[in-house]
């Protein structure tokens, strides 16, 4: 993101309901953490906009014709530097959904000046905890949360970090991928990160955290962005986090650490059997 903290925040504001679209944009123009404000009125013209130029952020209806808030907002999340998302909306029932594809809040029509100024300074944190996540001081206890926690229908498991390949991050919950499965637990992707940074962690996307031995190799997405291989999917990696992996990477292939069980076996020699 082009956004500093002295700065105020460029933000698109999309409903196809030309009033209440009227309405968010003056409300965020009266802010003064807001230095512009663009507006569209469908979820594909949203789409135009952001790929055209960079957002800190998005207000973002949620029930529109053709492409629904929805499944923008799950489009942007594939995106390598995705505007931060804020939903706007007259339907309380889409507050889980919105959380988990990773809006950092979800605000109910009418909205009021305070309770947008709120969603504001969740945005301003998010964007500056992102800017300040490549820099983050490390932890001095390496082996905290060598394991975590998992509660599932009453019983309480834990997820070995070496067992985790990456972690997503889903507004106040991360999936941490495994080999076994993906497990959903409650805590901030930028709280693991500094735990598991001196463990082989990287952050590689504002929304992941991935296990640097755990890669097998990088691609190329249809879009020409940068992928991480591993044996449970694919990690997008950020223009600007990706020159810090590649270093990783020959870090790691230096000192011969990859996880030789992410990486697939290598052929019996002849003669041998199996």
Not at 44 to 72: K, N, W, Y
Request: proline share 7%.
């Amino acid at each position: 993101m082009s956004t500093r903290a002295s700065d105020g925040l460029r933000v698109l504001a999309v409903d196809d309901v030309a009033p209440a679209l009227d309405e968010l944009r003056r409300l965020l123009l009266e802010s003064p953490d807001v230095a512009d404000v663009a507006t569209a009125a469908d979820a594909l013209t949203a789409l135009r906009l952001i790929q055209a130029g960079p957002f800190d952020a998005v207000f973002l209806d949620i029930s529109m014709p053709a492409m629904d808030g929805m499944e923008l907002a799950s489009l942007l999340a594939r995106m390598t530097d995705p505007p931060v998302v804020v939903f706007v909306t007259a339907f309380e029932k889409h507050a889980a959904s919105a959380y988990g594809i990773g809006a950092v809040d979800y605000l109910l029509k009418p909205v009021g000046s305070e309770r947008l100024r709120g969603a504001l300074d969740k945005v301003r944190r998010f964007l500056a905890a992102d800017a300040g996540a490549a820099t983050a001081p490390v932890a001095a206890e390496v082996d905290a949360l060598a394991a975590v926690p998992v509660e599932l229908a009453g019983r309480t498991r834990f997820v070995r970090r070496d067992d985790v390949r990456f972690a997503e991050a889903q507004g106040d919950y991360v999936r941490l991928h495994t080999p076994s499965g993906a497990h959903l637990v409650r805590i901030p992707i930028s709280r693991l990160e500094e735990h598991w940074r001196p463990a082989g962690f990287a952050r590689v996307h504002r929304s992941y955290l991935l296990a640097v031995p755990a890669v097998r190799e990088l691609r190329s997405d249809v879009t020409g962005g940068l992928l991480a291989h591993t044996d449970v999917g694919d990690v997008p990696v950020s223009r600007r986090h990706a020159r810090e992996l590649r270093e990783l990477l020959l870090d790691a292939a230096t000192r011969g650490e990859f996880d030789t069980s992410a990486r697939p076996e290598p052929p019996p020699s002849r003669g041998e059997r199996r």
